[in-house]
């Protein structure tokens, strides 16, 4: 079973037990400690150490990494010893004899299916119930499963085949909207070609309004990036300097915003495939189910922020690298026109599940490895974490090769 970007990894910092995300493993730092098994023991291996770049007792290919994959959210509060869980439509299919683990209201919480349930499924049967806790409704249940170290050091997130849905950061609810939060910033190391170490083509974003309350979805992007592999150098391709501010001229003159296109129209279904819808020119209409720009945050309570980011420092013209992280980068108010917004894409009067697309018409060639990194804002995401925007199913990739 290969990594998916939402797969979860137990790591340990200071003796303190977290989980992240295999899409953002760029947040575990090289001392964190990893839950490995070799020969059915158990053990601790520093993340260099796994990466093979430590001096410590370096992995064996036959060690492999314990990996929890959410695969089931609870849809209402199930009580303990309940033996039937109502979800969301679950994304795959579960078989029989599977166990979902939950962080409960008072502890651990786990699940046994004794019935197979389908892709879609909204109902989990489980004849011994459940076990250890209460789990409150929209609690994200996981499966543990084993991955090798090959799949780890060599699986970039494909992008090519299919649309590839990117794990958000941390996310805020219940504070005032359009407020001066910092933006936080997201990476992807991308396989756009599974026959070629490059691809020339066309790349889109997808955003996905994933809030169950749906005017509370709003996602405001302020700024995008392409490194080569090594995360310090801007790719160049032969029609643009991958560094996008989309409020920053750059040398051109032009905002990085006006490269991009954005879709219309009403588009719910997350695996098609973008290059199928129409593209229209960004404006600065706030209009419902298209990417607009603002200086003046969104329209809804809730959701979104003041401005965007510095567009002195982030300039559209291979200026400085965002770094990944939550929260990391800082607002700028230029107080100049044109000079201090983001894009978005308004979701007042929208449905939850509809998902508007950004196209970077003829972007050139990308390579397997690149970095791709996107700068959004997770300062105000919603009124509660029940009716806003969640972190899973809500930014998607797509790579068209020519």
């Given at each position: 079973?290969?990594?998916?970007?939402?797969?979860?990894?137990?790591?340990?910092?200071?003796?303190?037990?977290?989980?992240?995300?295999?899409?953002?493993?760029?947040?575990?730092?090289?001392?964190?400690?990893?839950?490995?098994?070799?020969?059915?023991?158990?053990?601790?291996?520093?993340?260099?150490?796994?990466?093979?770049?430590?001096?410590?007792?370096?992995?064996?290919?036959?060690?492999?990494?314990?990996?929890?994959?959410?695969?089931?959210?609870?849809?209402?509060?199930?009580?303990?010893?309940?033996?039937?869980?109502?979800?969301?439509?679950?994304?795959?299919?579960?078989?029989?004899?599977?166990?979902?683990?939950?962080?409960?209201?008072?502890?651990?919480?786990?699940?046994?299916?004794t019935s197979s349930a389908s892709a879609g499924a909204t109902t989990l049967t489980g004849s011994g119930g459940l076990k250890g806790s209460n789990v409150n409704a929209y609690t994200v249940g996981g499966v543990f499963y084993k991955a090798t170290k090959t799949q780890w050091g060599g699986s970039y997130a494909d992008i090519h085949s299919a649309n590839y849905m990117v794990t958000l950061g941390t996310l805020t609810y219940g504070v005032t909207g359009n407020n001066a939060t910092n933006f936080s910033v997201v990476e992807t190391q991308v396989e756009v070609s599974s026959s070629s170490s490059s691809a020339k083509g066309n790349l889109f974003i997808g955003f996905r309004n994933s809030a169950p309350t749906a005017w509370q979805g709003d996602l405001p992007i302020a700024a995008f990036q392409i490194l080569h592999a090594n995360g310090t150098?801007?790719?160049?391709?032969?029609?643009?300097?991958?560094?996008?501010?989309?409020?920053?001229?750059?040398?051109?003159?032009?905002?990085?915003?006006?490269?991009?296109?954005?879709?219309?129209?009403?588009?719910?279904?997350?695996?098609?495939?973008?290059?199928?819808?129409?593209?229209?020119?960004?404006?600065?209409?706030?209009?419902?189910?298209?990417?607009?720009?603002?200086?003046?945050?969104?329209?809804?309570?809730?959701?979104?922020?003041?401005?965007?980011?510095?567009?002195?420092?982030?300039?559209?013209?291979?200026?400085?690298?965002?770094?990944?992280?939550?929260?990391?980068?800082?607002?700028?108010?230029?107080?100049?026109?044109?000079?201090?917004?983001?894009?978005?894409?308004?979701?007042?009067?929208?449905?939850?599940?509809?998902?508007?697309?950004?196209?970077?018409?003829?972007?050139?060639?990308?390579?397997?490895?690149?970095?791709?990194?996107?700068?959004?804002?997770?300062?105000?995401?919603?009124?509660?974490?029940?009716?806003?925007?969640?972190?899973?199913?809500?930014?998607?990739?797509?790579?068209?090769?020519?």
């Open positions: 079973m290969g990594f998916e970007s939402s797969d979860l990894i137990l790591v340990e910092r200071s003796n303190t037990i977290y989980r992240e995300t295999y899409g953002n493993r760029a947040n575990i730092d090289s001392s964190d400690l990893l839950l490995v098994e070799r020969g059915n023991t158990l053990y601790k291996c520093e993340r260099d150490d796994w990466d093979g770049g430590g001096s410590g007792s370096t992995p064996v290919a036959a060690d492999l990494l314990v990996v929890e994959r959410p695969s089931a959210t609870l849809s209402m509060t199930a009580t303990l010893g309940a033996t039937t869980l109502y979800v969301s439509a679950i994304p795959g299919a579960l078989s029989s004899g599977t166990i979902l683990v939950f962080a409960g209201s008072s502890g651990h919480a786990q699940f046994t299916l150098t801007f790719r160049e391709t032969d029609e643009f300097l991958m560094d996008f501010n989309f409020a920053a001229p750059g040398s051109a003159g032009v905002n990085g915003r006006y490269y991009w296109e954005t879709t219309n129209s009403t588009n719910t279904n997350a695996s098609t495939h973008p290059n199928t819808y129409s593209y229209y020119a960004i404006d600065d209409t706030r209009t419902k189910r298209e990417f607009s720009y603002t200086e003046i945050g969104t329209v809804s309570s809730w959701v979104g922020a003041a401005h965007g980011i510095s567009t002195s420092t982030y300039d559209s013209d291979g200026g400085t690298v965002l770094a990944v992280g939550n929260q990391n980068i800082s607002q700028y108010n230029a107080g100049t026109a044109g000079d201090d917004g983001y894009i978005f894409s308004e979701c007042s009067g929208t449905d939850t599940g509809d998902l508007t697309w950004l196209y970077l018409v003829n972007t050139g060639y990308i390579h397997n490895g690149d970095r791709i990194r996107i700068c959004y804002f997770g300062g105000a995401n919603g009124q509660t974490s029940s009716a806003g925007l969640q972190t899973a199913n809500s930014l998607y990739l797509r790579f068209e090769e020519d």
